[in-house]
């Protein structure tokens, strides 16, 4: 089955602590996105890769870091420079037409 | 202004009915048109996307584009309880097809 999964579902972490988000994807998409999501939000676009070794900031950065030394692999990491960490984490890859698909995501939870 | 609006509802409507979903947007540049939808605790499903002005029909959903008055809606024909979710509409920014810009969405609860 062709898709993206995120690991793990649930995250809890201190405060100070970097941590790292999972994403893999098998539907041979070049494109893959972080997002985060607060209660009652849009979504909001963190970073963003449109091939191997090459990635971009989205709109909330700062705090985030992120490779992709594979086509089928984007981890973020969530440093301890990110001010409100706490959020649902979503990831998504896309074909060159544009629709963006999404994996199941991560709910972190920093205290 | 934000550049792209969502009345956040809820909006309800009985089972059967059509439910009209809006969004508008900033962008003039906007080429491609996206909506979601997202069950609670859960995350976004790509419902349908649009790119030409008029509409396009998949089964019990439509989308529908007019960029001279940059507004997008989706109408969701004979509801259903399980269509009960936030919808989020989704435009792509126009200096790049790859980032696209969220709606806050708008929560449609299909009553019984």
């Known amino acids: 089955d062709g898709g993206i999964t995120q690991s793990p579902k649930y995250l809890f972490r201190k405060e100070g602590q970097n941590v790292t988000l999972s994403c893999e994807q098998n539907?041979?998409?070049?494109?893959m996105y972080w997002y985060r999501q607060d209660p009652g939000q849009g979504l909001r676009l963190i970073y963003y890769?449109?091939?191997?070794?090459?990635?971009q900031k989205g709109d909330i950065a700062e705090g985030y870091s992120v490779s992709r030394e594979k086509k089928e692999s984007f981890p973020l990491t969530v440093t301890s420079a990110q001010k409100n960490p706490t959020a649902f984490y979503l990831c998504?890859?896309?074909?060159?037409?544009?629709?963006?698909?999404f994996g199941p995501g991560t709910r972190l939870t920093v205290t | 202004q934000k550049e792209v609006e969502q009345n956040s509802g809820p909006l309800s409507v009985p089972e059967g009915a059509i439910a009209s979903l809006n969004c508008t947007y900033s962008?003039?540049?906007?080429?491609?048109f996206f909506w979601y939808r997202q069950y609670s605790g859960k995350s976004p499903e790509l419902i349908m996307f649009?790119?030409?002005?008029g509409d396009k029909e998949d089964g019990r959903f439509t989308a529908q584009l007019n960029k001279a008055s940059q507004y997008v809606s989706l109408l969701i024909r004979d509801s259903q309880p399980s269509d009960s979710a936030t919808y989020l509409c989704?435009?792509?920014?126009?200096?790049?097809?790859?980032?696209?810009?969220f709606g806050s969405g708008t929560r449609l609860l299909v009553r019984p």
């Open positions: 649009i790119y030409s002005n």
């Open positions: 539907l041979n998409h070049d494109a």
């Open positions: 962008d003039r540049g906007s080429q491609s």
């Open positions: 998504a890859s896309s074909p060159p037409e544009g629709e963006q698909y």
């Open positions: 890769s449109q091939i191997v070794n090459d990635f």
């Open positions: 989704a435009v792509n920014r126009w200096d790049s097809s790859y980032k696209l810009i």
